[in-house]
């Protein structure tokens, strides 16, 4: 990574070879804060000290996304190579704790890294809205089934990511270490836990909007609330903070909660979950 252009550099000496740089419509790249010089002749030096002798014959700095005017003299992004970067730069002490979160809860880790970049990568290209949304007409109809999925790994906006982020974080991943210190399936029963919530929570919504064709819906409110009662049933003693401010036993949250869902379907709320309520878990 070069800081003094904010570029990074890349090469052929690779598995994916002169096509990692071209064909993927999102890069992301994951560097570790050594690899960070501060121009252009500091990189080519890295190389030169990384591969000695056997210097790839393909080098090439990026700046951004693939940018051309050709065609009709009109600003296009991403037409000859990936439209978006996205770069993370770990120091050691992260790259162990990803290196532990990955061993322990490999499941929740990769549920909320995909559902990250997918939500990130969809708020810059707003087309993929309308394929990937739960759209209960076209479902009724035997049509876009998969959008039961994909549409709860996709979020509104950024404040709608945050809250469902932000719970995911303090429960899911004591949850699935829980159930893997309980069970040897304790990973699969994760996945089974919240996938099976995602389409599960569904099914009212397709039922209810079955004819409906201008209704569209996205979010994983209904798979975090899962998870979050799951993790209140091994531990209902613990004090959860509402609003990161209010300290409440879990058990007595947990009724309230459902008590405020109930009166919000009644209103057809949306994003019925973490968009309203943010939550902290406190040790007793």
Same mark, same amino acid.
């Given at each position: ?157 950024? +404040? !709608? #990511? /945050? %809250?469902?982020? *932000? ?13 893997? @210190?309980?069970?040897?399936? +304790? !990973? #699969? /029963? %994760?996945?089974? *836990? ?13 039922? @209810? ?76």
């Amino acid at each position: 990574m070069i800081a003094r252009n904010g570029s990074i550099m890349v090469s052929n000496a690779n598995a994916s070879g002169r096509r990692l740089s071209i064909y993927p419509p999102i890069h992301i790249v994951v560097a570790k804060a050594s690899q960070l010089v501060w121009d252009v002749k500091d990189a080519l030096a890295y190389m030169q000290k990384r591969y000695g002798q056997e210097i790839p014959t393909m080098i090439s700095t990026i700046t951004g996304p693939s940018r051309t005017a050709d065609i009709e003299k009109r600003l296009v992004l991403g037409l000859m190579a990936p439209k978006s970067y996205i770069c993370f730069t770990f120091r050691r002490p992260f790259l162990a704790m990803l290196t532990f979160y990955l061993q322990q809860t490999p499941v929740a880790s990769v549920i909320f890294f995909f559902t990250l970049v997918t939500s990130i990568y969809t708020f810059s290209h707003e087309q993929l809205y309308g394929k990937l949304m739960l759209h209960p007409y076209s479902i009724a109809r035997k049509q876009r089934l998969y959008t039961i999925l994909t549409s709860g790994f996709i979020h509104k906006d950024w +404040g !709608h #990511l /945050l %809250f469902n982020m *932000i719970t995911f974080y303090y429960f899911a991943f004591g949850l699935e270490q829980m159930l893997a @210190q309980a069970s040897p399936y +304790g !990973h #699969l /029963l %994760f996945a089974v *836990i919240y996938l099976g919530s995602l389409v599960l929570s569904d099914i009212p919504t397709i039922i @209810q909007q079955k004819n409906n064709y201008g209704y569209y819906s996205l979010g994983a409110s209904g798979a975090i609330c899962a998870v979050l009662f799951s993790y209140i049933l091994f531990n209902p003693k613990m004090t959860i903070g509402v609003m990161m401010i209010i300290p409440m036993p879990a058990y007595l949250f947990a009724f309230l909660f459902l008590g405020y869902c109930i009166w919000a379907s009644k209103k057809h709320r949306t994003g019925l979950t973490m968009m309203r309520i943010s939550l902290v878990h406190y040790q007793d």
